[in-house]
């Protein structure tokens, strides 16, 4: 129980690297996910999808290259940590888009689209509001600027 304690003790105490994995992690994903959408235009999944929706081939032409654009550089963004705030956001209402999507489908689906996309939505407000983290370029280029609050002692 001993290691138990010292391990729970050694991450409690490096919270801030565990977000730098999630954002890490995250990053690698959406940018997977732009690759695979880039392979499978025109013939892929998004465009039967937003074909589905009726919408005008130019919107779709459009939204299809923003979602690609958007996974491939804002994925590579956070997986570096670099302008991730922005890349983050980015990102945001493509998720709403997709858990908009997929809420028809609801939890039980065997595909796991709605929770899979509300889970990474959350993850993205999550990193939009922390910001990047000690384990990106962010922290190396602009370094740290956390601002201290008035009665509280420095970081």
């Known amino acids: 129980m001993h290691k138990w304690q010292q391990c729970v003790a050694w991450a409690e105490s490096h919270r801030e690297l565990w977000l730098d994995c999630v954002r890490i992690y995250l990053g690698l994903g959406l940018f997977a996910r732009g690759l695979l959408l880039f392979q499978n235009t025109p013939t892929g999944y998004m465009v039967d999808l ?3 929706a009726d919408q005008p081939w130019l919107q779709t032409a459009l939204l299809l290259h923003y979602v690609i654009l958007a996974h491939l550089i804002g ?5 570096i940590g670099f302008c991730t705030r922005l890349a983050a956001v980015a990102q945001i209402p493509i998720l709403v888009g997709a858990v908009l999507i997929h809420r028809s489908e609801g939890l039980f689906a065997i595909g796991q689209s709605l929770e899979l996309s509300a889970l990474v939505l959350f993850l993205l407000i999550i990193i939009a509001i922390s910001g990047p983290g000690r384990l990106s370029f962010d922290h190396v280029v ?3 600027k956390k601002e201290e ?3 509280s002692a420095p970081v």
């Open 50 to 52: 937003f074909e589905r």
């Open 75 to 79: 994925g590579a963004l956070l997986l």
């Open 142 to 144: 602009f370094g740290e």
């Open 149 to 151: 609050l008035p009665g």
